[in-house]
T-cell receptor, first 112, second 116 residues
Framework: GQQLNQSPQSMFIQEGEDVSMNCTSS?????WLWYKQDPGEGPVLLIA?????ELTSNGRLTAQFGITRKDSFLNISASIPSDVGIYFC????????????FGDGTTLTVKP | DAGVIQSPRHEVTEMGQEVTLRCKLI?????LFWYRQTMMRGLELLIY????????DSGMPEDRFSAKMPNASFSTLKIQPSEPRDSAVYFC??????????????FGEGSWLTVV
């Protein structure tokens, strides 16, 4: 089946630094979703992208849908300790009737 | 609006016992997904339904696993008999199906299963 390559696998950064993570796929996706999972909780939707080239912000978070439709990135500016968690990307193919493929996640640690 | 509601939140059971996990969809949603999350395998899609009909169950590990939607707002995932390797977090998620794409999925808080 389709696979997403999410990188980096983990990040250790200092509070205040900017963060960038991305997902790439060999397949073209029609939708990209970014989620954050806190310990002991389910993934929570951060940003949804529906068009190639789309750039969307949600507070300190910015995500882009790659022009090729095979990649997406998520940036976090001025990180704070509560940004700690696992970030997942997910893509949807037009042919899969709403089924999403998830990346393996990026674990973010923010040092105060 | 209430989110996706899962129960139980935590369950510890002995090998060989039947386990039933429950999920209530967000009102108005018509697609239902069951995921399993482990350290080794990450998030795996087990099965998903659209309008109560199973669309893709290729992720169901084996015949010990079964899922049903007895009505439009409720689903169960059963494991019978359970085995220690079934220990994982099981997430239910729902969406309002808009077509081939653009379906934003909302997750429940998960059912943490430990089989000893």
């Amino acid at each position: 089946g389709q696979q997403l390559n999410q990188s980096p696998q983990s990040m250790f950064i200092q509070e205040g630094e900017d963060v960038s993570m991305n997902c790439t796929s060999s397949s073209i996706f029609n939708t990209w979703l970014w989620y954050k999972q806190d310990p002991g909780e389910g993934p929570v939707l951060l940003i949804a992208l529906y068009k190639a080239g789309e750039l969307t912000s949600n507070g300190r978070l910015t995500a882009q849908f790659g022009i090729t439709r095979k990649d997406s990135f998520l940036n976090i500016s001025a990180s704070i300790p509560s940004d700690v968690g696992i970030y997942f990307c997910a893509g949807q193919l037009a042919t899969n009737a709403g089924k999403s493929t998830f990346g393996d996640g990026t674990t973010l640690t923010v040092k105060p | 609006d209430a989110g996706v509601i899962q129960s139980p939140r935590h369950e510890v059971t002995e090998m060989g016992q039947e386990v039933t996990l429950r999920c209530k969809l967000i009102s108005g949603h018509n697609s239902l997904f069951w995921y399993r999350q482990t350290m080794m395998r990450g998030l795996e899609l087990l099965i998903y339904f659209n309008n109560n009909v199973p669309i893709d169950d290729s992720g169901m590990p084996e015949d010990r696993f079964s899922a049903k939607m007895p009505n439009a707002s409720f689903s169960t995932l059963k494991i019978q008999p359970s085995e220690p390797r079934d220990s994982a977090v099981y997430f239910c998620a729902s969406s309002r199906h808009r077509g081939p794409s653009g379906n934003t999925i909302y997750f429940g808080e998960g059912s943490w299963l430990t089989v000893v």
